[in-house]
């Protein structure tokens, strides 16, 4: 069964990511911000997180630097899911190791296609 | 005597002369050639064959009238040692050489005033040459044996011989060197010599007429009281004769400096400033000793020969009468003497003028860029040599033409009133410093034409047409412009006459012109060299170089001017030392010059101080001048560099003004690009959640449990009203920073609005079951925009909700009254601020500088637009520091 870590501090946004995943059999994990989603990561491994940037506290990119930086999270793949969409910002969240960049407002359907894709 | 032993002595005669000018010339520096004496008696030119003949028929004639053509120069002899010396200052200074130069470099170095000064000089002196011409062939004629004789043809005239012989003469020494400024020692002497041979003679001529032909003074006197209108000839009748004098000693007094023989003499030719003491005395005494015995040889003539004979030639009638050949020939060379030696001065002085202000400034210019230097000087020396020829011809033509019927005595006084008409340029120029190229140029132009008018046309219009028309009648049958009466003035002779309007015309055009307009620049520079010449000089009698030698003297004072005292003479005493030379060693050699080079070379360069020294050794005076000349350039480069720094450094002040409003400019852009892209950030949050669960109500809706689907509507709902609170705020918010928001300012009741806010806001609280107390429910009615105030009260409580715990969440609203202000707080128990969130709080979104992806809690446009409307009202925000358990927002009112 795939695991999925949803993060992001929006509450209508996560449900519906959560409500789409579950249809897909997914065992959903949700944080509100980085410090949460570290919390879980302690105990979890989960196949792929869905990472919004802007967030209080610990933010996304020092979430996904610690992913990456964690030897137990080695093939777990990173998307980020977030309104920053300038070209920076997608070249730094790929640098920083990011398997995709996905853009908000998005389509459910796509993200979630997206993610199976990856994880085929 | 006949015509051609006549010639013979007259050659001898010249040769003398030549050898005598040839012999100075070889002893430059000897003291026969360089003293006072020799110097006053070059000054004596100015007695030319018109003192000698002229003066005499003039007494004969018209009584004492003859004395003042040398009362001028009496009474401006004193005057000398300040105005002749400044003269000679500035022209060593300036390399002057010539009247033309002189003036024209007053202007400004105007090269038309120069040309027309040449021109004017031509016309005043051309009249005066004929009459030496006149002089000599009539004086030839009643020495030789054919009385009488009216020569058909130029090849009889023996005059034209004689003129050739000047010529040839004057070309022969006047044109050795190129360089005109340099000194011709040569014809000085023998101008020298024949000043003293032609006094000598007069005064033996004197003696003898008057003791050996007479008995005495007394006798003669005696003798001529008889004669009729003696009364007449002793006296000045009247306040007529009175004018008359005054104006011409006023002629003779401007003579003495202005005609070109006299400026070459007294100026150009002037070796020592000392020369002058002696100059202003001995000068007189000259002009004395030869006037003494005039009035009585011509009343010897008078006497002898009553109306008969032409009474300018009684010095050598009365001789030849009593049978003394010897005599009359010794009074002819005296009066030959007096000839050459103006004639020589005169072409000399008016070659040099032609050629370098008339024709190589107008015609040869362009080949004189394009030659050699050698061919340069060849072309100036064959310029100057056909000048002096076609001078002297053309004065034969003018004597042929004209001089018959004029006296001596008249020629030479249009002469002087030609010339008189470069004084009032020349001498007001010399001390006013206003005086104007334009108003030299206009006043020489109309005395010029005045004098024309009313001296030489006359006469010359009389022998062409014949008639004296003109002269009764006046131009056009106007009897306002008769030339002899000119506006009704007839009381005066003719020249005095002619003197006085053309000068009076010269003068007015002269100052009105000079007023009224202004000289340009390098005009005025001039002026103010000419007329404060003393502060560009300090010279010394012994400061002066003469050709092919350097005093040592001259060296250290421009070693001294620039290494100052101390060092020049310790420099000095050095190289003495080393070449063994005594320290008062007066003339420098090649060793010293060298030396001095290398010295100078030190303060201002190599070339410069090779300039300076060879101009000392060279005996340009320009060393001062030329080195104040260069300062004030230097000077004015030091200036306008500092006047360039100022420029540049106010430049660079405006440009990093520049910079930096640019800076601020592009921040603000930035500001706003980065506003922009939140704000885009933050609209895009809620539409994403709208998306999003609209896409799955659609697509899932038989399988979405309806629990669920209710979820997703009122998230939807939600985060509609986020997104149209959110769009509104951006809107305020931009009104509120662009300032396009205005107050509706009303006299409301605080107490009022809180109660409303309250109202508003219950359920908000009801819902989290946090509670809201109004702590001061009293009145306050001061100014503000109610609507805007409560919008501040909403954001503030809702915030505090926000972060409230649900249910034990404590919400205070107080306010009281400050200094001038109402002090409004709303406390909460809820998380609070963080300590380094407090700076944050009310910046729109993110504070630009820190580009932090972490958002402080409760940051958006709410408080950002509530501070606005509070510092709208003049009123402040803050969060109170320090505050345990919870957060407390302070805000406050001005009232008045």
């Given at each position: 069964?795939?695991?999925?870590l949803?993060v992001?501090?929006e509450?209508?946004i996560?449900?519906?990511l959560?409500?789409?995943?579950k249809?897909?059999d ?5 944080a509100?911000d980085?410090?949460e989603?570290l919390?879980i990561?302690k105990?979890h491994i ?5 990472l ?10 020092q ?5 990456k930086?964690?030897?137990?999270l ?6 980020f ?5 300038k070209a920076?910002?997608i ?6 190791g990011?398997?995709?960049y996905l853009?908000k407002?998005?389509s ?13 | ?5 006549l010639i013979?002595i007259?050659i ?6 030549f ?7 070889k002893k430059?520096?000897s ?6 004496y ?6 004596a030119v100015?007695c ?7 003066s005499?028929g003039?007494?004969?004639n ?8 040398y009362l ?5 002899a004193?005057m000398?040692i ?7 200052r500035?022209?060593?200074q300036?390399?002057?050489?010539s009247?033309a130069?002189?003036?024209?470099l007053?202007?400004?170095n105007n090269?038309?005033l120069g040309a ?5 000089c031509l ?5 005066y040459?004929s009459?030496q011409?006149k002089?000599?062939s009539e004086?030839?004629e009643i020495m ?5 004789y ?9 005059t ?17 060197n190129t360089?005109?400024?340099e000194?011709?020692k040569?014809?000085?002497a ?5 000043s003293?041979l032609?006094l000598?003679f007069?005064?033996?001529?004197g003696i003898y007429v008057?003791?050996f032909?007479f ?7 005696n003798?001529?009281s008889?004669?009729d209108?003696f009364?007449?000839l002793?006296t000045l009748?009247g ?5 008359n ?8 007094f401007i ?5 070109p ?11 020592r400033e ?5 100059a202003i ?8 000793l030869f006037n003494?015995?005039?009035i009585?040889?011509?009343w010897a ?6 109306d008969?004979q ?6 050598l009638l009365l001789p ?14 005296g009066?030959?003497?007096a000839v050459i030696?103006?004639v020589?001065v005169?072409?000399l ?7 370098n202000n ?5 015609g040869?210019l ?6 050699q230097?050698?061919?340069n ?6 310029i100057?040599?056909i000048?002096i020829f076609?001078?002297i ?9 004209f001089s018959?019927e ?5 020629i ?6 030609i ?7 020349f ?7 206003r005086?104007?190229?334009k ?16 001296l030489?046309?006359?006469?010359t219009w009389q022998?062409?047409t ?7 009648q006046?131009l ?5 412009l008769?030339p002899y009466?000119l506006?009704g003035?007839d009381?005066l002779?003719?020249?005095a006459?002619a003197?006085f309007?053309s000068?009076t015309?010269n003068?007015?055009?002269?100052l009105?012109?000079?007023l009224?307009a202004?000289?340009?620049?390098r005009?005025?520079?001039y002026?103010e060299m ?10 010394q ?5 003469w ?5 040592v003297?001259?060296?250290?004072s421009?070693?001294?001017r ?7 003479t310790?420099a ?10 005594p320290?008062?060693?007066q003339l ?6 060298n030396f001095?080079?290398?010295l100078?070379t030190?303060?201002?360069g190599?070339?410069?101080a ?5 101009s ?7 060393s001062?001048v030329e080195v ?5 350039e230097?000077?004015?480069?030091i200036v306008?560099?500092?006047?360039l720094?100022e420029?540049?450094n ?8 520049l910079?930096d409003?640019?800076?601020?400019l592009i921040a603000k852009?930035?500001?706003?690009d980065?506003f ?10 809620p539409i ?13 809706e ?8 209710k ?9 509609s009203e ?5 769009i ?7 009104k509120?920073e662009t300032g ?5 300012i009303q006299y409301?009741?605080?107490q009022?609005?809180i109660?409303?806010?309250l109202?508003?806001i219950?359920?908000l609280?009801a ?5 809201i107390?109004?702590?001061?429910l009293?009145s ?9 105030i409560l ?7 809702s915030?505090?909700i ?8 404590r919400i ?6 400050g ?10 128990n809820?998380?609070g601020?963080p300590?380094?969130?407090?700076k944050?709080?009310?910046?729109k979104f ?7 992806t972490?958002k ?9 637009i509530?501070k606005?409307?509070v510092?709208?009202h003049?009123?402040?925000i803050?969060?109170k520091?320090n505050v345990k358990n919870g ?7 001005p009232?008045k």
């Amino acid at each position: 069964m795939n695991k999925i870590l949803i993060v992001d501090d929006e509450p209508n946004i996560v449900m519906s990511l959560e409500y789409a995943f579950k249809k897909q059999d997914f065992e959903v994990f949700i944080a509100r911000d980085g410090s949460e989603a570290l919390e879980i990561l302690k105990h979890h491994i989960p196949n792929i997180v869905l990472l919004d940037i802007m967030m209080p506290n610990v933010d996304g990119y020092q979430t996904i630097e610690y992913i990456k930086n964690t030897d137990s999270l080695k093939d777990t793949k990173v998307v980020f899911l977030t309104a920053k969409n300038k070209a920076s910002d997608i070249e730094k969240g790929l640098k920083l190791g990011a398997d995709k960049y996905l853009t908000k407002p998005f389509s459910v359907k796509k993200i979630v296609s997206e993610i199976l894709q990856l994880l085929a | 005597m006949n015509n051609f032993s006549l010639i013979i002595i007259i050659i001898i005669y010249l040769a003398v002369l030549f050898y005598i000018a040839f012999f100075a010339e070889k002893k430059r520096q000897s003291k026969w050639v360089n003293n006072p004496y020799i110097y006053t008696l070059s000054l004596a030119v100015y007695c030319s064959a018109w003192t000698y003949y002229g003066s005499i028929g003039i007494v004969a004639n018209s009584g004492i009238d003859f004395l003042p053509i040398y009362l001028g120069p009496v009474i401006a002899a004193p005057m000398w040692i300040i105005v002749l010396r400044k003269i000679i200052r500035i022209s060593k200074q300036h390399k002057i050489s010539s009247i033309a130069d002189f003036i024209s470099l007053r202007y400004g170095n105007n090269r038309f005033l120069g040309a027309l000064v040449t021109i004017i000089c031509l016309f005043g002196t051309l009249p005066y040459i004929s009459l030496q011409l006149k002089a000599v062939s009539e004086t030839f004629e009643i020495m030789s044996d054919e009385t009488s004789y009216v020569s058909t043809s130029i090849i009889d005239d023996s005059t034209f011989y004689v003129a050739l012989l000047l010529a040839i003469f004057a070309t022969f020494f006047g044109t050795q060197n190129t360089d005109a400024s340099e000194k011709h020692k040569g014809i000085i002497a023998s101008v020298a010599f024949e000043s003293v041979l032609k006094l000598l003679f007069f005064l033996v001529i004197g003696i003898y007429v008057t003791y050996f032909l007479f008995n005495g003074t007394e006798d003669i006197y005696n003798q001529i009281s008889v004669v009729d209108n003696f009364k007449e000839l002793t006296t000045l009748s009247g306040v007529e004769d009175g004018f008359n004098w005054f104006f011409l000693i006023a002629l003779s007094f401007i003579s003495v400096f202005l005609l070109p023989r006299q400026f070459q003499v007294s100026v150009l030719e002037n070796n020592r400033e000392k020369h002058l003491k002696k100059a202003i005395w001995l000068f007189p005494l000259y002009l004395f000793l030869f006037n003494i015995f005039v009035i009585f040889i011509a009343w010897a003539g008078k006497i002898t020969f009553g109306d008969t004979q032409n009474a300018e030639y009684y010095t050598l009638l009365l001789p030849l009468k009593n049978g003394n050949a010897f005599l009359a020939t010794l009074v002819f060379l005296g009066g030959f003497s007096a000839v050459i030696s103006m004639v020589v001065v005169s072409t000399l002085a008016l070659s040099t003028m032609v050629s370098n202000n008339l024709i190589i400034p107008y015609g040869f210019l362009d080949k004189f860029i394009r030659n050699q230097p050698e061919r340069n000087s060849k072309y100036i020396k064959n310029i100057r040599r056909i000048s002096i020829f076609t001078i002297i011809i053309s004065a034969y033509f003018f004597y042929v033409s004209f001089s018959r019927e004029l006296s001596l005595y008249a020629i030479g006084l249009i002469s002087f009133v030609i010339i008189a008409q470069l004084a009032p340029s020349f001498f007001i120029g010399l001390f006013w410093n206003r005086g104007s190229s334009k108003a030299a140029i206009i006043g020489m132009i109309v005395g010029f034409f005045i004098s024309l008018y009313t001296l030489v046309l006359p006469f010359t219009w009389q022998a062409y047409t014949g008639t004296d028309h003109f002269i009764q009648q006046g131009l056009f049958d106007i009897a306002a412009l008769k030339p002899y009466a000119l506006f009704g003035v007839d009381f005066l002779s003719p020249p005095a006459h002619a003197f006085f309007w053309s000068i009076t015309f010269n003068v007015m055009s002269y100052l009105i012109f000079s007023l009224v307009a202004k000289g340009n620049y390098r005009e005025r520079n001039y002026a103010e060299m000419f007329v404060d010449s003393n502060s560009f000089t300090s010279l010394q009698d012994n400061a002066f170089v003469w050709k092919g030698e350097a005093y040592v003297s001259d060296i250290k004072s421009v070693l001294v001017r620039f290494l100052g005292d101390k060092r020049a003479t310790r420099a000095l005493h050095l190289f003495f030392t080393k070449y063994k030379l005594p320290s008062d060693t007066q003339l420098a050699d090649a060793r010293l010059i060298n030396f001095s080079e290398k010295l100078l070379t030190g303060s201002i360069g190599s070339a410069s101080a090779k300039i300076l020294i060879s101009s000392v050794v060279k005996e340009e005076q320009i060393s001062l001048v030329e080195v104040l000349k260069i300062l004030e350039e230097s000077k004015e480069n030091i200036v306008s560099n500092r006047v360039l720094l100022e420029k540049s450094n106010e430049l660079s002040k405006l440009s990093s003004k520049l910079k930096d409003a640019n800076q601020e400019l592009i921040a603000k852009d930035q500001q706003k690009d980065e506003f922009l892209d939140t704000v885009a950030h933050e609209l895009k949050t809620p539409i994403t959640g709208i998306r999003a669960a609209t896409e799955l109500l659609m697509d899932e809706e038989d399988d979405m449990p309806h629990e669920i689907k209710k979820k997703f509507l009122k998230n939807i709902l939600q985060d509609s009203e986020r997104l149209g609170r959110l769009i509104h705020n951006i809107l305020d918010f931009e009104k509120l920073e662009t300032g396009r928001l205005h107050l509706d300012i009303q006299y409301n009741d605080i107490q009022k609005t809180i109660q409303k806010v309250l109202d508003s806001i219950s359920h908000l609280a009801a819902k989290k079951e946090v509670i809201i107390i109004n702590r001061n429910l009293h009145s306050f009615k001061t100014n503000y925009d109610e609507d805007r105030i409560l919008q501040v009260f909403t954001n503030l409580i809702s915030n505090a909700i926000k972060f409230c715990e649900p249910k034990t969440g404590r919400i205070e609203i107080d306010y009281k009254l400050g200094n001038e202000v109402v002090e409004i707080s709303v406390s909460d128990n809820g998380k609070g601020i963080p300590e380094e969130d407090h700076k944050y709080i009310f910046d729109k979104f993110y504070q630009s500088k820190h580009q932090n992806t972490i958002k402080p809690q409760g940051s958006g446009l709410g408080l950002a637009i509530t501070k606005q409307i509070v510092e709208k009202h003049h009123g402040k925000i803050w969060a109170k520091k320090n505050v345990k358990n919870g957060a407390i927002l302070v805000f406050t009112i001005p009232f008045k």
